[in-house]
């Protein structure tokens, strides 16, 4: 089992430039969520996919963007990039729970990104 | 929205020993998961330990166990016999539990830099 994947793993680009970031699910998952950690501090939440959805928002403009495909991998997408946007870029997959309320799962991470914008 | 409180941003034992991180959450679910992370300076995220807020007794994993105090919304890891390979930053985060209609991302704290020294 391979795990998740994410690709590439250090990126540089510059300010105003747009990014794609890639990421496979542990195999048997069906739901990508994705985080951005600054240096120093804990992930923040981006959103979460799940059907080629997306489910779950945080607290994120609109120049991030995501698609999930068919076959559950993802892209986080970034345009307009500002130099606030360099950070590490985890994604996490998991599968939905098949009960109702009470029923949870682990997220397992990937390596993530490391986008610099210059 | 949900809040997490780490509150010690670095901690130094020696090995062998006993450590203790603080964790403290803020939020009017009823229903919802704690875990706690480790990421190595490899920087990928592992699982350490998961907790189910219905669930009254302490989740323990081989060296790791919580104190779940629900009424306290404090949530604190403790490893024993403490191991060079424990050296990591450490992430308290809450998840909300499902109720349907799909789950919130994981919400984590700072962090806490555990260091063992030989």
């Known amino acids: 089992d391979a795990g998740v994947t994410q690709s590439p793993t250090h990126l540089i680009k510059t300010r105003g430039q747009q990014v794609t970031l890639r990421c496979s699910p542990k195999?048997?998952?069906?739901?990508v969520s994705w985080y951005q950690q600054a240096l120093g501090q804990g992930p923040q939440f981006i959103f979460q996919?799940?059907?080629?959805?997306?489910?779950q928002r945080g607290n994120f403009p609109d120049r991030f963007s995501g698609h999930q495909f068919p076959n559950y991998s993802s892209e986080l997408n970034v345009n307009a990039l500002l130099l606030g946007d360099s950070a590490l870029y985890l994604c996490?997959?998991?599968?939905?729970?098949?009960?109702?309320?009470?029923?949870?799962?682990?997220?397992?991470f990937g390596q993530g990104t490391r986008l610099t914008v210059v | 929205a949900q809040t997490v409180t780490q509150s010690q941003p670095e901690m130094s034992v020696q090995e062998a020993e006993t450590v203790t991180l603080s964790c403290t959450y803020d939020?009017?679910?009823?229903?919802?998961?704690l875990f706690w992370y480790k990421q190595p300076p490899s920087r990928q995220m592992i699982l350490v330990i998961r907790?189910?807020?219905?669930?009254?007794q302490n989740a323990t994993e081989n060296r790791f166990s919580v104190n779940f105090q629900k009424a306290a919304k404090s949530f604190s890891l403790k490893i024993s016999d403490s191991q060079l390979g424990d050296t990591a930053m450490y992430f308290c985060?809450?998840?909300?539990?499902?109720?349907?209609?799909?789950?919130?991302?994981?919400?984590f704290g700072k962090g806490t830099h555990l260091i063992i020294q030989p």
């Open positions: 996490a997959s998991s599968s939905r729970p098949t009960g109702s309320v009470g029923r949870g799962t682990e997220a397992f």
């Open positions: 195999s048997g998952h069906d739901t």
């Open positions: 907790q189910e807020a219905y669930k009254q």
């Open positions: 996919y799940y059907e080629e959805e997306e489910r």
């Open positions: 985060a809450f998840m909300k539990g499902y109720s349907g209609g799909g789950a919130d991302g994981l919400t």
């Open positions: 939020t009017s679910e009823n229903n919802y998961y």
